[in-house]
């Protein structure tokens, strides 16, 4: 139920289960979708994105720089959520991304626009000539190394693509006649060229409304792709464009606002929201994925007390974390809830973040929840929100799916996991 007033002490029981997710990214996402696919009512409080939008394509699951071992298998949950959105791939083997850093990199799956270099193992590429910011052709073609060659071709097509964000580039090609033209163009440079080159790669340009890099490969007769760009680029619109499809398509529920409060409410949950117009909402319901983000995406907080009291003595010792929405959770690392501090003004800094200490507490912290995860009765949580996992774009898709899944078909009456008696619940 939402309700426009304040929470009333005694909400009228439901005929259907409802799931609340809070949280809009790729763990939200997932999470509503997987419910939703149980025939629950899923109603989703979308505060903003927050992380997922600075994705730069590539899907992990695990941190790519460490990744020495041939990739894990996604599961079923969390495949059938990129297949509903319909703007991932994922190679069965991997796939080998470039970035315009000028690094081959290895991802397990990626955004449709990106170019996965994979297939073109031993062959020619060609690197699309062109003034865009932060794109130099020839010095990108030698830091990939053998096998890369500048490309000179037209694909600028007025005077303020010179100097537009790779987004607002991208969006000219949603344009069928647009992306036609720059197929011309395209062909034209191969054409002229004396090399035959086996792809062709762009700058962060090819659509946010969908990718278009297919379409512009067929139209060219050439595998035709991006590099990856830098954070709050297109690829993480192209999310976003194609979390609304899905999320539409299955029918979820949407209320537009920044949940304030996650508590319990006979016989469910209730969640405090302040709508995007600044009045205050309630949505009540059988079970809640919190899938709010880490530190990065806000639903994590990190608030020592001197950050707050400044030069003033702290009347008393707390925890240094705690969660946005304040949630009945319990906040921990490797495992285990996280003690009192033993000063009154918290962890040093540099005690508990990377690279002064290996498995820096700053990577792991968040809510402890089991495999499901489920935090308390009736409540899980999803994504970078959850302690101890890797904090990549995949792990986020597959937590949130298996909350998901898990959370429609759960009762509030389940066992209370052992840590939450254990810890006291974040902070208010």
């Not at 939703?36 to 979308?46: E, G, N, Q, W, Y």
């Not at 935090?375 to 899980?380: D, E, Q």
């Amino acid at each position: 139920m939402i309700d426009g007033t304040r929470a009333h002490a005694h909400p009228p029981r439901r005929s259907e289960r409802v799931v609340i997710v809070v949280g809009a990214g790729a763990a939200g996402t997932a999470a509503a979708l997987a419910a939703a696919a149980r025939a629950r009512r899923v109603v989703m409080v979308d505060g903003g994105t927050g992380a997922t939008t600075l994705s730069t394509g590539a899907l992990d699951l695990a941190p790519w720089s460490r990744a020495s071992r041939p990739p894990a298998a996604l599961t079923a949950g969390a495949r059938g959520v990129l297949a509903a959105m319909d703007a991932h791939a994922l190679p069965e083997a991997g796939a080998r991304l470039l970035t315009t850093a000028g690094i081959e990199r290895p991802a397990r799956g990626h955004d449709a626009a990106l170019l996965d270099v994979t297939p073109f193992a031993g062959r020619l590429l060609g690197v699309v000539r062109c003034r865009r910011p932060g794109w130099d052709a020839a010095a990108l073609a030698r830091s990939w190394g053998e096998g890369y060659e500048p490309l000179d071709a037209t694909i600028l097509r007025h005077v303020d693509e010179t100097v537009l964000p790779d987004a607002d580039f991208a969006a000219r090609h949603d344009d069928p006649q647009r992306l036609g033209w720059l197929a011309e163009r395209l062909r034209e440079a191969l054409a002229r060229s004396e090399r035959r080159f086996a792809a062709l790669v762009l700058p962060p340009c090819l659509g946010v409304e969908r990718a278009r890099g297919r379409t512009l490969s067929e139209l060219v007769g050439a595998s035709c792709g991006e590099a990856m760009g830098l954070p709050g680029g297109p690829s993480g619109l192209r999310f976003e464009r194609a979390r609304d499809r899905a999320l539409s398509a299955a029918a979820v529920e949407r209320v537009r606002g920044r949940a304030t409060r996650v508590g319990s409410a006979e016989p469910g949950w209730r969640i405090a929201v302040e709508s995007a117009a600044g009045e205050p909402l309630t949505v009540d319901g059988d079970a809640v994925v919190l899938a709010t983000g880490g530190l990065i995406g806000g639903g994590l907080e990190y608030a020592p007390a001197e950050a707050v009291f400044a030069s003033a003595l702290p009347p008393a010792p707390r925890l240094p974390f705690g969660t946005s929405p304040p949630a009945p959770v319990a906040i921990g690392a490797h495992g285990r809830p996280i003690d009192l501090p033993s000063t009154l003004f918290g962890p040093a800094p540099e005690s508990i973040a990377w690279p002064f200490v290996d498995a820096a507490l700053l990577d792991r912290v968040g809510v402890l929840a089991g495999d499901d995860g489920r935090a308390a009765p009736g409540l899980f949580v999803a994504g970078d929100l959850r302690a101890d996992g890797p904090r990549t774009w995949l792990d986020a898709l597959a937590t949130g799916a298996a909350a998901g899944s898990t959370a429609a078909e759960s009762a509030v009456s389940d066992p209370t996991p052992s840590w939450l008696g254990a810890a006291s619940p974040s902070r208010p």
